[in-house]
């Protein structure tokens, strides 16, 4: 821990110059996607900025893809171990790097940094990263399909120079541009990123002027050691504790988990992946390099809403345990090409989704967790010669409006975006049908796409388009997690949210129909056989096909029979949900408009009923002991307290005793196993899953209450129940004493 207890710095000045930095992040990211060609950075903003100290440590991040801006540090603290002596590390100079061995999170994502110098010092470091279409490799784009290793995929580029003196080293421009497919977009880039190190250097410049540069250095070390001080602080807020998550990820003819436990101890995070697949041969792997920087983001984006985003600081409450040889940690040659939309987002919803559990359990902070955000995304890539005779590449990222996770007191955001990019967008449609041979038959957001709960998960999207103007797009390849197995899960009982889908109608007479004024909007409605592809597919689009996929939404939260019925019908009448949903999930009569309130609470409880009656029944019943002193929720519907026999238990909010505190709670609850699709009507529609996973719903066995959700694969065993060290005082004792009295 840190012994600063106070700024070197005048705390006014402090405040303004810090702000003043936060706004100079903002200017060159906005500089990035003025200067670029790409929709990627100019439309979507698939990018970010940081300003580091002299060590590397990240001081201030940009609010746009978080991995971006904070893998940036990871390649600063490797130029500084390696680049001393040769090539040196210069005033005017810049280096770039795709390594993600050494930082980046995958190989299309290409960083840019660049030292500043003060009279000859080296006070900071600046630097830039946008995600790239195409940086060459086998296949067109990020996804490496069939490669072996890191060696099947875009070759790697450690630091190096690219910019000396100021100037453009061209031998080292053209040898990264003549790998790329797009290089008139790639070199576009490369100068956003100059700009915008440019403009970040020349803004630390003005406040080194007016601190100095001795002033200027403690200025950022105040920055780092504050926001240690307030992720301390609100630490000693929350009890101390393990919060379990895990997620599943099926790459070509295998499954992968991933598995993260949260250990809060006192002012300290401990993040064990334990039980983490093994390393897979390439594509889906991240590096122990990018996990660092991509948790702490994680951390920042969950953690940090009254706190400045500067990782450098947040890092210091941080340990990280992982094994070498899987999936987090891998060895050199792993493949990593897909890492960002495929562990990257699963990474950062599972340890959300822990870090929600914890505010939980906090009480005063409860109202900041959320169930899952996108744990991935539906997403095509696209190369072929446009409407216009020239080759083109094109990263179609509608799937970043994905739903928003639902809140303890309120739905998720509907197409609210991905949890570690809260600036990023989506491009469009306009765009895209300007720069690509498209026709978007419609994009909107998709009912019942949201997982169920008290509080209803943000929906996705879902899109339909078709190739204009052109005969033939050659090649598309369609990526994604998250298609046989939900990405996104549900908390305190909610419901996990719609899978991800791909699938295309062939040969069709789209083009006919909307000639004679016939506008298609169901996929459903074209008149073709449907073909439907699985997470990872390369395929090609041709006049009269017809493309459409469905992207995921956000989590639910809470039983989804606890849900208000005036909330089922608003959304009814706004048509986030069908009907069919509004009687089957959340137990709500409708009739001409109205729900029925008799109707509907007798609905409600013969589900509850059923749901007992379907459960498998714990080996052990609890014995019942009234409670006399409420301690820690674990959520809103399930608590620790002292019994009036002086021993803690678990209880239900009807007050049922569920188990002892020594027990795992979780062996003591009745459940049920059920198909994806018994939880919502896009949650694996087509069961691709063929019955190797499922959903354990447990539940209260008194009142049937639906109180923790679990996505399972066949003959794994579940995750333990969250634990809550407890702390009961002596006033809670004498009282519970006083009640057995």
Known sequence: MTTTTSRKTDPIQYEILRHRLQSATEEAAVTMKRVSGSPVATEIGDLNVSIMDHKGDCVLLGQYSIAKGTTLSKVVKDILSNYQDNPGIQEGDAFICN???????????VALVMPY???????????????????????PGQVQLGAKDIFGEAPLMPPMKILQNGKLLKDVE?????????????????????????????NVALIADQLGSDGLLDFFEDILNDAERLIRAKLRNIPNGTWYSRAYMEFEDRVYPIVVSLTKQDER?????????????????????????????????????????????????????????TLVRPTFPAGVSKSTTSIGLLMGSVVRLAISKMLLASGIYADRAMAGWPGSKAQEELHGINQYGQHFGADILDGMAGGGGARTYKDGIDTGGLGGSPKVGI????????????????????????GAGMFRGGNGIDRMYIVHDQEEIADVVMHSIGSKVPATAGLAGGHPSATNQFMIKRATNIEEELGSGNLLLNFEDVDAPAEYHGAMSRSSLKRGDVYRSISNGGGGYGDPLHRAPELVMEDLKFGRISEDTARELYGVVVRDGTWQPAETAELRRKMSQDRLARAVKPEMKQAQVPLATKHRHIHDLLYTGLGTDGRPYYYCNCGCTLAAYEDDYLKRLPYREVPFKDTGKHVDPREIGGGEFYIRLYDCPDCGTQLHTEIMRQGDAPLPGDRIQLSFTEESKATASSVIA
């Open 269 to 325: 995070m401990i993040f064990d992946f334990a039980g983490t697949a093994e390393q897979a041969p390439a594509t889906i792997n991240m590096t122990f390099e990018s996990l660092e920087a991509h948790l702490c983001g994680s951390v920042v984006t969950s953690l940090c809403w009254d706190i400045p985003w500067t990782t450098g600081g947040i890092a210091r409450v941080i340990e990280i345990r992982a094994e070498e040889g």
């Open 427 to 450: 491009a469009n449609v306009e765009d895209y049908e300007l720069q690509y041979p498209l026709l978007y038959l419609y994009r909107k957001q998709l009912p019942d796409s949201g």
């Open 117 to 139: 110098f003060r009279d000859g010092r080296l006070l900071a470091w600046v630097g830039a990263e946008i995600h790239q279409v195409d940086v060459g490799g086998p296949t």
């Open 174 to 202: 053209r040898s990264y541009l003549r790998k790329s497919r797009v290089p008139e977009l790639v070199a576009l880039d490369l100068r956003a990123k100059l700009a915008a190190c440019n403009g970040l250097c020349h």
């Open 99 to 109: 390594d993600p061995y050494i930082g980046v999170m995958h190989q299309n994502d």
